[in-house]
Structure formats: C-alpha cells, structure tokens
C-alpha cells in the first residue's frame, strides 16, 4: 500500500462568514489534508504539532479516520496553533484577523521511522522552515507537494524558496502566485514558478476552479458550482489532500494522472465548503463522493466538431 506523509498545522480557527460566525473550533492544513486524503485508503500519517489544550476528540478523529497520528508532537504547558479569518461578501477572499503561532514557532519536526520511506510526501501550510526539515528525513520519495500562503511569502521568503526549489508540485491560489512571481498573467506566473524549482504547478482559483501548468501544457478544471458555500476555509487544503492521496493511491505521478487528481482533489473541495470547519469532511460518504464525481463529469465533458 502506497504511503503518503502529511505535515502542516493543527489549529484552532475562528471563522467569519456573510453566513455567521464561529469560536475556536478544529482546523489546520494537516487536519483537512488528512481527513481528504482519507478518501483513497492509503496509509497516511501526520506530522504536526498541538498544545495541551487540544482536545483528545481532535486526534481521535484522525485515527478513526486511519490517518496515523504518531507524528502529532503534544507540548506540555503549550497552546495549539490559532488562526482566524474573516471573509468577504464573495465568499472568494478573506483577511487574516489573527495569526498566533504559539507551539508552532519552535516546532522542529520528527517524521516517524515509519513514514520515512513514504512515496508521496504533502508539505502543507506552516513553516518553511518545518518543510524543509521534513523533506530532509524523508528517504528516495517519488513526489513531492507543497502548499503554502502569503503568511510565509511575507514572513519567511528566503526559506521558503529554499523549499520551493526541491519540491515537484506547488499548490497555491492565484493572488499567492502573483506575489511570488511578480506576474499578474497567471500563464507567465506558473512559468517563473516552475524556474524556481517545481515540474508542475497547481493555481487554486477558489470557485473558478484550478489550473495545472507543465512545461509547455495547460490543464484547466473548474469547480462544481454549489447552491450553497459556507465556509471556504481548508478548500485549499482538502484539494491537497485529495490531489495528494489521489496520486499515492494511482502511483502514477503523469502529468495525465495529475488532471485527474485535479478533478479528484476539486470534488473533496466541493463538499468542504458546505459546512462549517471540518464537519462536512467528517462524515463523507463513499457514494456521494462518487455521486459528484459523476457530476464533474457531466459539467466539463463536450464534443465539438471541427470543420
Ligand atoms: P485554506 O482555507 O485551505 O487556505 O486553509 C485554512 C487553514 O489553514 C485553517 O484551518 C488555518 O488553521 C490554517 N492556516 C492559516 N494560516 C496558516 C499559517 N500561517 N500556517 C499554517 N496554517 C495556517
């Protein structure tokens, strides 16, 4: 069975929607890429780091959902990563209200022996600095992705494209790659991007969907346009997680297999949002999962005739 090894935040969040507004409930990169990349039945396994005041009933979600925690580090006396973030009428972009690092400020990563060897290794939002020392304990893995935000391109860049240069995907959303390329196109963005490092870059365009760029190739997905959105928060890492599992599972790391862990990865995305938090992704089932991928389908699949 394929491993993938997840690293990124556990977190507190407090999320601000047009539609109301929560106190500090679960979040986390980690915590969505991990229950997304549940989906596929591989064995996955977190890296992270909680304080004492992460509640049991977090960690036992994971492990009910077999993504293996033994990588989650606990800090006695020490407070669990918060975040919160308010989001604008479009539900598209959002201000960051509060950034506390808190245990996650010194964390310095231990990969478990067991995950050393993983085939895909997911580097998801926190510090560069923690990627770069995750990337170093892992042995010969076939993929590498990395997600990050504007956060680190402000307060780490340096490190930060230290990371970038040894990994083969970056996930990122369209305003982060403007940042860091310093292109507006998003075409010639992914072109400076992929000068620093990554073979394939991925574009999350919230709900106008994602785009793939290899060399000179494009992919284009859209998102599932959806009735109802909630709350936005962890899209981005749930698709990570769904385009991650999606490729540990297939061990096909083409850049045809990427389309489809595109569409794979936008359809987890689709149901995150319907909730708040991570509830939606707590009790997914199997057939609606399929269900929608179907409608995926239907949405993107035409024929033309060319004269
Ligand atoms: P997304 O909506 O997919 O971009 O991810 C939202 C999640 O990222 C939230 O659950 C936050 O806890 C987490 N997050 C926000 N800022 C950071 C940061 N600077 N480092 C790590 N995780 C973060």
Redesign the pocket.
Known sequence: MSKLVIV??C?F?AIETPFGKTDKIL???A??IGLSASNFGIDSGVVSVVGEDFPQEHLDLLTEHNVNIDGIEIVKGGKT?F?S?KYHNDMNSRD?LV?ELNV?ADFDPVVPAAYQNADVVMLG???PFVQMRVIEQVKNPKLIVLDT?N??MDSALEELKQVIAKVDVITINDEEARQLSGEYSLVKAAREIEKMGPKYVVIKKGEHGALLFHDDKMFFAPALPLEEVFD???????FAGGFSGYLAKTEDYSFKNMKNAIIYGSNLASFCVEKFGTERMESLDKKEVEERLEQFKKLTQFKIELS
């Open positions: 990124g935040s977190a969040d979040g986390g990169a915590t969505y990563f975040w973030g960051t950034t996650l939002n926190l510090h935000m956060f680190w936005p928060t962890g899209a981005g890492d749930t």
